[in-house]
């Protein structure tokens, strides 16, 4: 069994605090095995009766009339026999619950929050729920659940964890981490064929085709195309205006701006792509229309572009980025302005720092450098680290060494084994 001991903690952790736990995140990353497999071990092997652990799969066509939400909570209350001892309720893909008329006044309208609101007024229940779709679920939980809501998401495979169950040489695990991601299937997959062959057809099955429908989307050739794109730029600053352009110059396909726009927040809204904002370090506000998508698993990416193009910068820039995000930073992109002499005119220069992590008030800059072999590309890596005039942390990833070391600078040169496989990670 994968152990994914971070998730279950944070589970246990939330046990009787009269929310309902909601489990979102990218299709099969794993949310269903979680809870349905390991939560629930943990509870029978802590005296919870398994009678008393209430399970509804609404992607299963067996409990297809469930999706309707007065018949979900009949279901569920019929399984209570005893309001004096504790019940779990589980509830997988909770999006399937469509919103029904109130048979019992004219004009209202009956969803699965009204539902689950009412099992946790009941005191005795304890109600965890999956979802994977954002509109759906985390944008709407404030509102709708009026503070009895608690988001827990939920990402493929870390390295760590990737590493944990495959264990062998770092160097090769990585690679192989690189290519096909951490989909938990993927990683109990044993050929390389197989690998391959379950990535494309869960993108083009599952992923694509569940956007395409869940959105409305008429034209999804077009969104095909577009995602092949962003998956072709990971690491490079663009926006809807310039992905428009490209498509009519070198695609001859006419793509509106707004259009573009629209389709990349529904691959956001699927967990399949996050979106890193330019930030003026010096200014401190974002800047300018740009941005980097980077994609939630490194396989799909690979996967959309049938394993062509195998970039290792960029692939540890977008490796290095979700590491930061599973670690709880907001990530963004840095930029440092300075302004420069040449041939005797002043000229205004950007220089970039990969991210900027945030996470309350602690803050780190951060460099993905695949290699730091040479003068002149250490001085290319460092400068805009040297032209930022404060004291938070400022670290350099590169995959060439084994070693983690201070330089004179103060600068912390970190090895990509440490980083991604150390336990205090970049609170060093």
Do not use: W
Not at 95 to 105: D, E, G, I, S
Not at 199 to 212: N, P
């Amino acid at each position: 069994m994968i152990e994914r001991d971070t998730y279950l903690k944070t589970l246990i952790g939330k046990i009787d605090n009269g929310m309902v736990k909601i489990l979102t995140g990218i299709r099969r990353s794993g949310k269903s095995y979680l809870l349905f497999n390991i939560f629930k071990t943990y509870l029978l092997e802590n005296n919870i009766k398994a009678e008393n652990i209430i399970e509804v799969v609404l992607d299963d066509d067996s409990y297809i009339a469930l999706r309707n939400p007065i018949n979900l909570g009949s279901y569920i209350r019929e399984k209570i026999n005893n309001n004096n001892e504790k019940y779990f309720v589980f509830i997988d893909e909770i999006q399937f619950v469509a919103k029904v008329k109130n048979p019992y006044l004219e004009g209202d309208y009956i969803s699965f929050y009204e539902v689950l609101n009412g099992l946790l007024n009941k005191g005795n229940i304890d109600v965890y729920v999956t979802g994977s779709n954002s509109k759906m679920l985390s944008k709407d939980i404030l509102t709708e659940f009026r503070g009895r809501g608690d988001q827990v998401h939920i990402y493929p495979l870390s390295f760590s964890e990737f590493y944990s169950y495959c264990g062998g040489d770092f160097l090769d695990s990585y690679d192989e981490y690189s290519l096909y991601g951490g989909l938990p299937k993927v990683a109990l997959l044993k050929s390389d064929e197989d690998k391959a062959k379950y990535l494309k057809t869960l993108y083009s099955e599952v992923y694509l085709k569940d956007v395409i429908e869940r959105n409305n989307i008429r034209k999804g050739d077009e969104l095909s195309i577009l995602t092949e794109v962003l998956a072709s730029g990971i690491g490079s600053y663009t926006n809807s205006t310039n992905l428009s352009n490209t498509f009519k110059s070198e695609l001859k396909v006419g793509y509106e701006p707004k259009s573009i726009a629209s389709h990349i927040e529904c691959l956001k809204d699927s967990f399949l792509l996050e979106e890193a904002k330019r930030f003026d370090i010096k200014g401190r506000k974002y800047i300018g229309a740009n941005s980097k998508y980077y994609f939630t698993d490194i396989g799909l990416r690979n996967a959309m572009l049938n394993f062509r193009q195998n970039e290792p910068t960029h692939i540890m820039e977008n490796i290095i980025f979700n590491e930061l995000i599973i670690m709880g930073y907001n990530v963004d992109v840095g930029i440092v302005e300075l302004t420069t002499t040449e041939n005797g005119k002043n000229k205004k220069v950007q220089l970039e720092v990969d991210f900027i992590a945030n996470r309350g008030q602690e803050k780190i800059y951060i460099q993905s450098a695949y290699s730091l072999a040479g003068e002149e590309k250490q001085k290319q890596e460092k400068r805009s680290l040297f032209k930022i005039n404060d004291s938070f942390r400022k670290i350099i990833i590169q995959k060439d060494s084994s070693k983690s070391y201070y330089d004179d600078n103060g600068i912390y040169i970190m090895s990509l084994k440490d980083f991604l496989t150390r336990k205090e990670r970049v609170n060093y």
